[in-house]
């Protein structure tokens, strides 16, 4: 998170918001990384996924999916986690990344398992 300039803004099992800055994580040819869009959906899930767990156990990734659906060269993205399945051993949550204006710029889900 430190690396990419991430930023927790709201904490929920229900709905946890991460913000991270463009500047910093632009590829070759001056767009956002898709690399860098995998990691903020993959961060605010597991953020809220935490949130989730029961007091005794930790969420581990399993499974992440990520599609891009257009690009942005500045300013801020936004990634927003929702639970789609809240269960004993497992949560998946759906998350939707946009830019300044509100776009969306990418969607993803990541799996994770309580340990």
């Known amino acids: 998170m430190e690396t990419l300039g991430m930023e927790v803004v709201t904490r929920d099992a229900n709905r946890t918001e991460v913000r991270m800055p463009v500047d910093g994580a632009r590829q070759v040819i001056g767009i956002l990384h898709g690399g860098a869009t995998a990691a903020i959906i993959e961060t605010a899930a597991s953020v809220a996924a935490r949130a989730a767990a029961p007091d005794d156990a930790v969420p581990v990734g399993a499974e992440l999916t990520v ?49």
């Open 67 to 115: 599609s891009h659906l257009r690009s942005v060269s500045q300013g801020w993205v936004k990634a927003t986690a929702t639970p789609l399945h809240r269960g004993r051993r497992t949560v998946v949550y759906q998350v939707t990344v946009t830019d300044d204006d509100e776009r969306t710029i990418a969607v993803g889900t990541l799996r994770s398992l309580f340990t």
